[in-house]
């Protein structure tokens, strides 16, 4: 049942909570990462190369988990972001209504009752389907995991390939570089695994953040083709800007080419354009989404922009078309945008949902913001916010819906303050300031927004206080 939020905010008094307290005080490299996945329950907290916890929103309560064992010292620049999908994984077998899996291999906890499934390759029919988990059985003895489903589907058979979306913690340290400075928690198995660590710098000391273009919940355009082939996608009755959807990805989500994924590298008013390989024709239904397989990694003093391939796990060098006007420093932030709920940015004939990564530049007064589909920072170096406004070292931000929050560290003499930029109105509005006093300043993104479920009407937003063990959260209206 979807709920109403009633609250007025002339009529409702915004209220502060304090919340769980910390396992230990925030300190430099302290980051917390959530995603925007409707009524997911966990955000990670990272407060060392070896310490991390799982907060529990609905118990209000951190638990450790087993240790990343960053390479690296753990200093400015860490950073973090939330992707939707699990890892991939290999079943054994299963039914029309069950996957198994193999618990030595993949041990999949509870955490996938109620996740949603996509069969990714192996059985025809399957590939591409989303369904349902309602039950998982552990059977220790045999060392199989059983996970039953929602719906009928075409019976599973081994190696048959799957993902969940438990989704998964991406995680960069700081420091100098190194085998195991790269890693993700998968949530589905509670494992960690390191990733290839190779940037075009060889140390992270600043500021940093990593940025999934992604929702897995965020579809901007769709419709059914009227036409195709292995790398062309063409609706007829579209009037799509020219090359505005470049490094979006479309998702074939019924008919020929189920489950098929491309990356669109061109388009015209009617037609999408993409790698060879794909299957399209005139049966085929499509979505419009953000690319699921990038990360963007940019902060530490640079004008750079770095792109992690998941899939084939490497990183490169964004070759812009435009570069940033100045790089970012300690204090800065990096919010995607996807969708906003404003008709005028998500109308697809011209759509802006999905296509900006915002990035403040501290003591300018500038925010930068990179086009996505241009390969371009902007040629006006960015936007002007408040010239009295100054971020500095400790700032945190997060994006929801029309706005992006920007959080101003508080310290032991000043409270935190926490502003609002209007996307659609291109100003900065007030929200809150808590006059909880906070300690010294301190590096790394510590604010997220939480909602309360996928129809996400009502949702609070939380911040971890500067060299605290302190949290708070107040509720969005």
Not at 48 to 58: G, K, P, W
Not at 74 to 89: D, I, L, N, Q
Not at 305 to 326: C, E, H, N
Not at 347 to 362: F, H, K, M
Request: aromatic letters at 12%; hydrophobic letters at 40%; proline letters at 2%.
């Amino acid at each position: 049942m979807a709920e109403t939020n009633n609250n007025v905010a002339l009529l409702n008094k915004k209220e502060w909570q304090t919340m769980g307290v910390l396992p230990a005080a925030s300190a430099i490299g302290t980051i917390a990462i959530f995603g925007k996945n409707g009524a997911n329950n966990l955000a990670m907290l990272l407060q060392s190369a070896t310490l991390q916890y799982l907060y529990h929103h609905d118990e209000d309560m951190f638990i450790p988990i087993a240790s990343g064992a960053f390479a690296g010292t753990w200093v400015a620049g860490v950073c973090g972001v939330y992707h939707p999908w699990s890892r991939t994984y290999t079943a054994t077998g299963g039914s029309t209504t069950t996957v198994t899996v193999s618990a030595a291999t993949h041990n999949i906890n509870g955490l996938a009752r109620g996740a949603v499934i996509e069969f990714l390759s192996g059985t025809a029919g399957n590939v591409g389907t989303r369904t349902t988990i309602t039950e998982i059985l552990n059977n220790a003895g045999s060392g199989t995991i059983t996970l039953t489903l929602a719906d009928t589907v075409t019976s599973v058979a081994n190696n048959d390939t799957f993902r969940l979306n438990t989704g998964r913690f991406f995680v960069m340290s700081s420091g100098t570089l190194a085998s195991g400075s790269f890693k993700y928690f998968d949530n589905a198995t509670f494992a960690w695994t390191t990733l290839a660590f190779a940037t075009g710098g060889t140390t992270n000391g600043t500021d940093a953040r990593l940025i999934v273009p992604y929702t897995r919940v965020d579809i901007f355009d769709s419709g059914t083709a009227t036409s195709g082939s292995t790398t062309t996608l063409v609706d007829s009755g579209a009037a799509w800007t020219t090359d505005q959807w470049v490094n979006y990805q479309v998702r074939i989500t019924a008919g020929t080419g189920k489950g098929q994924v491309r990356v669109i590298t061109a388009n015209t008013g009617t037609q999408l354009t993409f790698a060879a390989g794909a299957t399209i024709d005139a049966t085929s239904e499509y979505a419009i989404e953000g690319d699921e397989n990038a990360i963007y990694y940019l902060g530490n003093g640079s004008v750079n922009l770095y792109k992690y391939s998941i899939s084939g796990d490497s990183w490169s060098t964004v070759s812009v078309t435009a570069a940033r006007a100045s790089a970012p420093i300690a204090g800065m932030t990096a919010d995607w945008v996807g969708v906003t709920g404003d008709t005028n940015w998500g109308n697809p004939n011209a759509c802006l949902d999905g296509r900006y990564i915002y990035s403040c530049r501290p003591t300018s007064g500038i925010i930068d913001r990179y086009d996505i589909a241009s390969r371009a920072w902007l040629a006006t170096s960015g936007v002007n916010y408040l010239p009295n406004l100054v971020l500095a070292n400790g700032c945190s931000s997060v994006w929801d819906g029309r706005y992006i929050y920007l959080q101003v560290s508080g310290t032991a003499a000043i409270p935190t303050r926490i502003y609002k930029y209007n996307l659609r109105g291109n100003y900065m509005e007030p929200f809150q300031e808590d006059w909880y006093l906070a300690g010294a300043a301190v590096a790394g993104n510590k604010m997220w927004i939480k909602d309360l479920s996928t129809a996400g009407a009502i949702k609070w937003l939380y911040y971890i206080a500067s060299t605290s063990l302190v949290m708070r959260r107040i509720m969005i209206f």
